[in-house]
């Protein structure tokens, strides 16, 4: 069956230092794989996709993702990161029977400290 | 442009009343989906419309929960007899067209509407 699993439910990191937050599908064909980010009180917002290409993504904000098909996995990087990148992360992947659906992982909560 | 748009923002019933809860997607967006968020948890789907499609209901937690979407636009998400389980926050999305090109799978979500069932 299809899945996704972020096995990181909270990562907390020091302003300033590198990021790199876990995805891990299961899908039958090739993916898409998305990342969003939720900030407090809003909806999600995109941060970068893969369909196809070149495997390492850029996204907005400084975000860059890499598609490892031989590890199943989609993991999202910065370099340096900001204060304001405090919020909580969900990968996600489709589509699935003809349809746009897309499976969400749970979600990693970041923590930025100063 | 507008982005997707949620009302209310927030809701607060009581256990057994009925709720309604509204979608507009995004001007020519084609499909549209319903997620439910829970505290803690990752997106459930809930149901996904397609133009003129029947819809596909299939994440949909009881019979108490229905939605409708009219003239292939806005969208109504109604839950009966509200239970304090269904307290979640509840998100809306749409995106182009069906998962035939990598450009129209991009699902646009809204700002979500936040249900409490006293």
């Known amino acids: 069956a299809q899945s996704v699993t972020q096995p990181d439910i909270h990562i907390t990191v020091s302003e300033g230092a590198s990021l790199e937050l876990r995805c891990n599908y299961s899908?039958?064909?090739?993916?898409?794989l998305f990342w969003y980010v939720q900030s407090p009180g809003q909806g999600l917002q995109l941060l970068l996709k893969?369909?196809?290409?070149?495997?390492l993504v850029q996204g907005i904000k400084g975000f860059e993702a890499e598609f490892k098909r031989s590890q199943s996995s989609f993991n999202l990087r910065k370099p340096s990161v900001h204060w304001s990148d405090a919020a909580e992360y969900f990968c996600?992947?489709?589509?699935?029977?003809?349809?746009?659906?897309?499976?969400f992982g749970t979600g990693t909560r970041l923590q930025v400290f100063p | 442009g507008a982005g997707v748009s949620q009302s209310p923002s927030n809701k607060v019933t009581e256990k057994g009343k009925d709720v309604e809860l509204r979608c507009d997607p995004i001007?020519?967006?084609?499909?549209l989906y319903w997620y439910r968020q829970s505290l803690g948890q990752g997106l459930e789907f809930l149901i996904y419309?397609?133009?003129?499609?029947?819809?596909?209901k299939s994440g949909l937690p009881s019979d108490r929960f229905s939605a409708e979407r009219t003239g292939g636009s806005v969208s109504t998400l109604t839950i009966q007899r509200t239970q304090q389980e269904d307290s979640a926050v509840y998100l809306c999305?749409?995106?182009?067209?069906?998962?035939?090109?990598?450009?129209?799978?991009?699902?646009?979500f809204g700002p979500g509407t936040r249900l409490t069932v006293l």
């Open positions: 999305a749409s995106s182009l067209a069906t998962g035939l090109a990598g450009g129209s799978v991009t699902q646009y």
């Open positions: 899908y039958g064909a090739t993916p898409y």
């Open positions: 893969y369909f196809s290409g070149d495997t």
């Open positions: 996600a992947v489709g589509p699935f029977g003809g349809t746009d659906k897309l499976i």
């Open positions: 001007s020519g967006h084609t499909a």
């Open positions: 419309f397609q133009g003129n499609s029947a819809p596909d």
